[in-house]
């Protein structure tokens, strides 16, 4: 799949580079001056059209210099005009601000950036700025790692809408179809590329046809998608929202190319029982934010075609409702790949091209070789070298067994199987207790992590990781609303929320945290997180991609 898909992208490149673009992707607009067109002479003074019969009286000419030097100023210093056109009195003025185009004389736009927690930031954006590159800018401002999956969401509050904006869409652009009231949110968005990794969770078999024969299984899928010749339909049944009506029906749908069409005629395809709905290339998809509040929604999983011309109205809103969270993904996302294409392919290969481009000799490298290191031991009152292979590989398995690391700021996790307890006063190289040693620090530590939420709700916590995408191992931790003492650690797995309570367990005087009933315990939450970041353990996959909110 992807050689094919490598293919098709080689040939759009191709298609592109007859056209010179600029840097952030967008053709040139500038037209060079058509080629047989000259300036015209200047045109000569009255003093200047002079005919050959008649004499020329040089003394007259230099009193005429004369009287016009009077006008001007002595104590100048006589500077040649650089531009002589401008200073004749048929010449035309300088060019203002109204007389130039309206792309020339608004070049840049202030646009509204709102974060999670309400702040804001006023952005002067040019004309030609994609939201890619908007979000590497703000990335870069607010001092976060810009790993490709931050995303501008547009966000309409009165009509209950939000959608995430293509990387290679203009901003000021979008901007034009946004009402007062609407605004932009910079929000992670990890489910943006995802259907490029694992199309086999995002288009089930069922809902996938194709309008003639076709012998590309599902290692296919996307390649029939990306290129036009082809004719991929998505299909099934969904609640519709009737124009000018609070009641829906459930309808069959068939969404393809040309639009979003219903069947009049249960799940009939034929052509005079097909109609259209909407068209693709006048909207955009978006995402019902309270569908079942605003709309009177029979299930949460709605969406809606919103035309570019709407910005006020909900009538003219075409409001969708699936079944569940997968039929809805497969319609939405369905819907951006026959209406962007090979656009989307592009915007996802290039931040992968850029990485791969990167010199070795750019990453950062360790300053002391491994082969200098050597084992140590800390668990008396000084440290001493182990001389003795067979100790040092004991000491080694043992370490890796308690899953211990003494050194905080590497990052690494630290979990303590069950009657493993008496070694955790151990000293670290500074000669320091061990953050295994119990603290009050251990029990507001992870505080300070950007994946502890603190204390949210249920529904807050689900309402989270649906707006960073719904993808494997995105997660959260948050206190528990039942325990005072315990937590909460929110994650996703296969399109669906799953929670676990991390409960404080004693042993020896010491409190620890586990997730499976004291059979692996940690001395605190970060230690945990780092764990199960490298081990599934208990849960139904690794922890890979944490719910993070910044301030701009």
Request: hydrophobic fraction near 35%; include cysteine; charged fraction near 20%.
């Amino acid at each position: 799949m992807s050689a094919s898909l490598e293919s098709l992208y080689a040939a759009c490149s191709m298609q592109s580079d007859t056209t010179p673009l600029r840097q952030n992707g967008q053709h040139s607009r500038d037209q060079p001056p058509p080629s047989g067109a000259k300036p015209a002479p200047p045109q000569a003074s009255p003093q200047q059209k002079v005919q050959r019969s008649q004499p020329v009286h040089i003394l007259a000419a230099r009193r005429l210099q004369e009287e016009d030097q009077q006008f001007k100023t002595s104590s100048l210093p006589a500077i040649p005009n650089p531009f002589p056109e401008l200073c004749g009195t048929e010449s035309p003025p300088a060019l203002t601000s109204g007389s130039l185009p309206p792309s020339q004389a608004t070049a840049t736009q202030d646009v509204r950036v709102f974060s999670e927690d309400g702040t804001c930031k006023v952005v002067e954006t040019p004309v030609d700025m994609t939201a890619r590159d908007l979000c590497q800018l703000l990335a870069h401002r607010s001092h976060c790692v810009d790993d490709n999956s931050w995303a501008l969401v547009e966000h309409h509050l009165h009509l209950g809408l939000e959608r995430c904006l293509e990387d290679h869409e203009l901003v000021v652009q979008v901007q034009t179809t946004m009402a007062s009231e609407s605004k932009f949110l910079f929000r992670k968005n990890y489910a943006k590329y995802e259907f490029f990794k694992n199309p086999a969770n995002f288009f089930p078999e069922q809902m996938v046809t194709w309008c003639q024969q076709s012998n590309g299984g599902q290692t296919q899928l996307l390649q029939n998608f990306l290129n036009s010749s082809s004719c991929p339909e998505i299909q099934g049944f969904l609640h519709v929202k009737e124009m000018g009506r609070k009641s829906w029906k459930k309808l069959y749908l068939c969404l393809r190319r040309s639009g979003l069409y219903c069947s009049t005629k249960g799940s009939s395809k034929e052509p005079r029982h097909l109609q259209l709905l909407a068209d693709l290339e006048d909207g955009s998809v978006f995402s019902l934010i309270s569908g079942r509040k605003q709309y009177s929604a029979p299930t949460d999983f709605g969406f809606c075609i919103k035309p570019n011309k709407v910005l006020h109205e909900s009538k003219e809103l075409r409001l969708l409702c699936a079944e569940d969270e997968q039929s809805r993904t497969c319609w939405m996302t369905a819907f951006r790949l026959l209406k962007y294409g090979m656009l989307l392919y592009q915007s996802y290969r290039v931040p992968q091209q850029r990485k791969a481009s990167l010199s070795p000799f750019s990453t950062p490298v360790r300053s002391v070789s491994e082969n200098s290191l050597v084992a140590m031991d800390f668990s008396g009152q000084t440290g001493r070298v182990i001389d003795n292979p067979a100790e040092a590989q004991s000491a080694a398995l043992e370490e890796g067994h308690a899953w211990r690391v003494r050194s905080r700021g590497v990052g690494a996790a630290a979990a303590l199987p069950d009657g493993d307890c008496k070694r955790s006063t151990r000293m670290n190289a500074l000669g320091s207790q061990s953050p295994l040693h119990p603290s009050n620090l251990s029990a507001v530590i992870h505080r300070t992590q950007h994946w502890f939420h603190g204390r949210i709700t249920r529904e807050e916590s689900h309402r989270i990781i649906k707006q960073q995408g719904l993808v494997d191992g995105l997660f959260l931790l948050r206190d528990s609303q039942s325990n005072p003492k315990a937590f909460v650690l929110t994650l996703c797995h296969h399109q669906k929320i799953k929670n676990f309570q991390i409960l404080p367990c004693e042993d020896d005087g010491q409190v620890f945290f586990s997730l499976d009933d004291g059979n692996t315990k940690f001395s605190d939450l970060i230690q945990l997180v780092d764990f199960y970041q490298l081990n599934k353990g208990v849960l139904p996959c690794k922890l890979k991609h944490h719910c993070v909110r910044v301030a701009l």
